[in-house]
């Protein structure tokens, strides 16, 4: 069973990883956990309280399949977490990793992004962090971006960002595209 740890922190947008996690529990019995920087409850903008199931600290690349951002406003409040070690330690043992919205641009800052194709909000956005050198490989298109396991997208583009994250992990199946097909249905 695959597993996803999708790291929460608080303010970050919930609407943005919502479809991700339900199709792969749901629909593809994979293991969903959501993490915080401290093991605490966080709050997302719409306010929705969740509770995590680990800290930052207690993620294991190795024995994880996936770990997938969401942006949000910590970012803009200057209280966002650093997560260079967790995006370099995915990076190394060859795992997905997925950021949108604010949050691409925190990969941005980690490097990871210098060597792949990318998108995000804005290659401004990315262009504001000094460890990011990966202008030339940055895509200015709507929908996600995936390239050698790094899955990135704008906030607005939650629908491919789960289509992407699911294809980077193998987990494209029929029962999964037919079930996110409808909620793209209305950009037709």
């Known amino acids: 069973m695959p597993r996803i740890i999708v790291a929460l922190q608080d303010d970050f947008a919930d609407w943005e ?3 991700l996690m339900a199709a792969a529990r749901y629909y593809l019995d994979c293991e969903v956990l959501t993490a915080s920087p401290d093991g605490k409850p966080v709050t997302s903008m719409g306010g929705l309280k969740v509770t995590p199931d680990i800290s930052f600290a207690e993620i294991d690349p190795a024995s994880s ?3 997938v951002i969401p942006g949000g406003y910590a970012w803009e409040k200057g209280k966002a977490f650093d997560f260079s070690e967790l995006a370099n330690g995915f990076h190394a043992k060859g795992k997905v990793i997925g950021g949108i919205c604010a949050a691409a ?3 941005a800052a980690t490097g990871v992004l210098d060597g792949v194709a990318h998108t995000g909000n804005s290659l401004a956005s990315h262009s504001k962090y000094p460890g990011y050198h990966g202008a030339g490989r940055y895509v ?3 929908q996600a971006v995936s390239d ?3 899955v ?3 906030g607005y583009s939650p ?3 789960t289509q992407e994250v699911l294809k980077a992990l193998g987990l494209w199946v029929p029962a999964a595209e037919s079930e996110i097909a409808a909620f793209s249905a209305e950009h037709r």
Do not use: Y
């Open 159 to 161: 629908v491919t960002f």
């Open 105 to 107: 641009s925190a990969l």
């Open 140 to 142: 200015d298109r709507p």
């Open 65 to 67: 399949d996936a770990l």
């Open 152 to 154: 990135t997208a704008p």
């Open 17 to 19: 990883p919502a479809l």
């Open 148 to 150: 050698g396991g790094i």
